[in-house]
Nanobody
Framework: QVQVVESGGDLVQAGGSLRLSCAYS????????MGWYRQAPGKQRELVAV???????NYLESVQGRFTISRDNAKRTVYLQMNSLKPEDTAVYYC??????????????WGQGTQVTVSS
């Protein structure tokens, strides 16, 4: 089983920056992709950014140019650098890991979430 832990959420003023971290542990054969999602009160969870095993990235249009996803394979960690934050970025941010186990089965794990609050 894969455990996922996020950190880095905080209260920040509009225009500020934050870096979220997501570390995974457990036995995996390979990582398919790792992504950051967010969920604001009363809204559905949405994909913010994803990075594949090959290093390809994809972003939610509203964060394009402001957020950057990256990873450190040796540390089993994915990061989300968030710049020029806006009040509408306020949400709980979740990390998701898609992986393949040593048995060849696909797996998917979520972290507990980290709160990002952007004040105007």
């Amino acid at each position: 089983q894969v455990q996922v832990v996020e950190s880095g959420g905080d209260l920040v003023q509009a225009g500020g920056s934050l870096r979220l971290s997501c570390a995974y542990s457990g036995s995996v054969f390979s990582i398919v992709d790792m992504g950051w999602y967010r969920q604001a009160p009363g809204k559905q969870r949405e994909l913010v950014a994803v990075i594949t095993s090959g290093g390809r990235t994809n972003y939610l249009e509203s964060v394009q140019g402001r957020f950057t996803i990256s990873r450190d394979n040796a540390k089993r960690t994915v990061y989300l650098q968030m710049n020029s934050l806006k009040p509408e970025d306020t949400a709980v941010y979740y990390c998701n890991v898609n992986y393949v186990s040593y048995l060849g089965a696909r797996g998917n794990s979520w972290g507990q979430g980290t709160q990002v609050t952007v004040s105007s």
